[in-house]
């Protein structure tokens, strides 16, 4: 009897923690929403980019490097991080079905502007950061386009980001991130931690 109470005890515990699983990866989709997702703006409404991914940059966080993302994760229309901190550099890999060059920029969202019409001079005067211009997509470094941030001194802000994509002077795709505050140590903490350091 006892026996059989301890199984359907486990039992139970197993199809709770299988339930609370179920709803954990919803809740995260559903706060996800549309962020880290690769959305088209050319007027066919499809992109020459395959796949992108984001990586972090933070020497102060503990995140996988691209070699790890792209093992685990490949390449998609999501990347598999979108969440960045104030001031914090992050790279973006880029897969494309053609050899052509792309230029980024990082603006703040704005939900009324349509992003498949914005020209780059318009860009250029709202964004907080540009990427290298005419840029290949590196493939000896999983198509490696380069590093951006959101500077604060820069004009840069917590909030929601755009990284919009141009080929040959056009939109073509964008990405949306989040920007959280930073969590970065202040130079006081880094002397202290150099100090002990150098006591031990």
């Known amino acids: 009897m006892k026996r059989s109470i301890c199984i359907i005890c486990a039992l139970v ?7 609370c699983d179920l709803f954990d990866d919803s ?3 559903d706060k996800r929403g ?7 703006l050319t007027p066919s409404g499809s992109t020459v980019i395959t796949g992108i991914q984001l990586e972090h940059q933070a020497m102060w966080r503990d995140d996988p490097e691209i070699e790890q993302i792209v093992q685990k994760h490949g390449f998609s229309d999501t990347s598999e991080y979108y969440e960045f901190e104030l001031n914090e550099w992050f790279e973006l890999y880029i897969k494309s079905s053609t050899r052509d060059t792309f230029t980024c920029y990082v ?5 009324k502007k349509d992003y498949k019409t914005i020209t780059e001079d318009e860009i250029k005067h709202s964004c907080v950061f540009k990427g290298l211009e005419d840029q290949y997509p590196d493939e000896s470094n999983y198509g490696d386009m380069g590093g951006f941030s ?5 004009g840069g802000a917590t909030g929601i980001y755009a990284v919009v ?16 505050p930073s969590t970065a140590p ?3 903490q880094v002397l202290k931690e150099l100090e002990k350091e150098k006591d031990q």
């Open 13 to 19: 515990m197993c199809l709770a923690l299988c339930s």
């Open 27 to 29: 809740s995260k989709k």
């Open 34 to 40: 549309d962020l880290g997702k690769l959305e088209a």
């Open 107 to 111: 603006v703040k969202l704005d939900e």
């Open 150 to 154: 959101v500077d604060k001194e820069k």
């Open 165 to 180: 994509i141009f080929r040959f002077g056009k939109p073509e795709a964008m990405i949306k991130i989040k920007v959280v």
């Open 186 to 188: 202040s130079a006081s």
